[in-house]
């Protein structure tokens, strides 16, 4: 079946500029998580939904980062004034639910670079 | 602290060989365990996972064993063939809310036909 998809693959923009990036879970997962990984390191954990709520946020770095997901299913990564240290890879992962029951699946990523 | 970490950045076997990739985790409160494959360019890939009230668990030619005694975790790879090469990252899973993946920096197989 379908995984989850991300889009766009690659994503290039200026210092400064405000980004969107997609993520599309398997259907039916519930769950619904963002993580950064930048050259050489794992995964870091941003923000998880569970539905449409954001139920925990404290991985987000700042203020300029914000995500949203208002029906329960896409969710979107917002970025505003992107800064160079921004550049990185953004994944997405969904599970069917949540918890340590849920096995955590992965996209293959939307690749950042901020000029 | 909360930690995960690897003992071993580059892992490199010949075809047919078997490979053991470690972790070493800190948290003793820590529950769930998982090892991820990630290929260049690809999403990080579930490979198998471990509970804390279990030792060993085996999947199709890997195995993975967890020893809580000295927080250490192994994932071992029977007849390791080329397409197993990639990035191999440990995962812990911490706490009640059970949800929020903690990633090591990762070990880089090489298979050599």
């Known amino acids: 079946g379908a995984g989850v998809s991300q889009t766009p693959s690659n994503k290039v923009t200026e210092k400064g500029k405000y980004v969107e990036l997609r993520c599309d879970p398997i259907?039916?997962?519930?769950?619904l998580y963002w993580y950064r990984q930048s050259l050489g390191q794992g995964p870091e954990f941003l923000i998880y939904?569970?539905?449409?709520?954001?139920?925990?946020d404290s991985g987000l770095p700042n203020d300029r980062f914000f995500a949203v997901r208002p029906e329960g299913s896409v969710s979107t990564l917002k970025i505003q004034r992107t800064e160079r240290g921004d550049s990185a890879v953004y994944l997405c992962?969904?599970?069917?639910?949540?918890?340590?029951?849920?096995?955590?699946?992965f996209g293959p990523g939307t690749r950042l670079t901020v000029l | 602290g909360e930690s995960v970490g690897l003992h071993l950045p580059t892992l490199s076997v010949q075809e047919g060989d078997n490979s053991i990739i470690n972790c070493a985790y800190s948290?003793?409160?820590?529950?769930?365990f998982i090892w991820y494959k990630q290929e260049s360019g690809k999403g990080p890939q579930f490979i198998i996972d471990i509970r804390s009230n279990m030792d060993k668990r085996q999947g199709q030619r890997v195995t993975v064993l967890l020893n809580k005694t000295v927080k250490h975790l192994s994932l071992q790879i029977a007849a390791t063939q080329p397409g197993d090469s990639a990035v191999y990252f440990c995962?812990?899973?911490?706490?009640?809310?059970?949800?929020?993946?903690?990633f090591g920096k990762g070990t880089l197989l090489t298979v050599n036909p």
């Open positions: 259907s039916g997962h519930t769950a």
């Open positions: 995962a812990e899973n911490i706490g009640g809310s059970n949800y929020k993946l903690t």
């Open positions: 939904f569970q539905g449409t709520g954001a139920a925990d």
């Open positions: 948290n003793s409160a820590s529950d769930y």
């Open positions: 992962a969904s599970s069917l639910i949540p918890g340590g029951e849920g096995t955590q699946y």
